[in-house]
């Protein structure tokens, strides 16, 4: 009985080490990991309390997927460089993904939900707004089997309807620090390295915006992560008790 337990003692002692050394030490990998309790907080300096985050560290996050064109090279943008982020999934898109979701997630990425179809909230109803959350939180539990931690606004444009809801519900709501306005079609990878660069030298640490729906993005990703690792920032991992 001692031995096996040893035995499996040093069979993951041994795994881990393997998956350290596929990493190798030039990758930005994730420097720490924040397990956010339920309890409705709200986050992000562009409108709430900063994540307690050191100066150089990040927590990056797409918004708007999954979609199977461009979500995957996220993915492999990620893998490669052994680090990990919070996807807030578009609930319409979620129903149309499941298996994609769940790839998401299964490669230790966090995924919250960003309404069921990126509706401006403040142009419909308080019954539709808390319809339109409902659904997207049923998605989810469908999904994942969990309810849903963490809600960004559409356009971040927060209600007083929604935001009252989130709380009641224990979702976090999770803004932003900053972004780097990577939704223009025609954008190149040199024009988002160099808006991602003026940012983290304005703010120095915070929630970063970026978009795995966007062709763009999905391209720029290797060398957006370049630009992190070669300045120095680590990177934040968030995840939700359960
Ligand atoms: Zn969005």
């Given at each position: 009985m001692k031995s096996k337990v040893v035995h499996a003692l040093i069979l993951a002692a041994l795994a881990g080490s393997a998956v350290a050394a596929e990493c190798g030490p030039n990758t930005l990998g994730v420097e720490r990991t924040i397990t956010l309790k339920r309890e409705g907080a709200l986050y992000g300096a562009h409108q709430h309390t900063a994540l307690p985050l050191k100066k150089g560290e990040v927590v990056l996050t797409f918004d708007d997927g999954p979609v199977p064109e461009y979500t995957p090279m996220v993915l492999k943008a990620l893998a490669d460089q052994c680090t990990k982020a919070t996807f807030f999934m578009i609930g319409e898109r979620l129903m149309q993904h499941p298996q994609l979701a769940k790839r998401v997630v299964g490669e230790g990425n966090s995924a919250g939900v960003h309404s069921?179809?990126?509706?401006?909230?403040?142009?419909?109803g308080a019954d539709e707004q808390l319809a339109d959350l409902k659904k997207t939180q049923d998605i989810y539990r469908t999904t994942f089997g969990v309810s849903t931690p963490a809600y960004r606004f559409p356009f971040l444009e927060e209600t007083p309807t929604l935001l009252a809801a989130l709380k009641q519900a224990n979702v976090t709501v999770a803004s932003i620090d900053f972004g780097i306005n990577d939704w223009l079609p025609d954008d190149t990878t040199e024009i988002l390295v160099k808006r991602l660069t003026e940012s983290l030298e304005k703010a120095g640490k915070g929630i970063i915006l970026m978009h795995d729906a966007n062709i763009p993005t999905a391209k720029a990703l290797p060398a957006l992560l370049k630009v992190l690792k070669d300045k120095g920032y680590k990177v934040v991992h968030l995840e939700w008790e359960n």
């Open positions: 069921y179809r990126h509706d401006h909230m403040a142009a419909l």
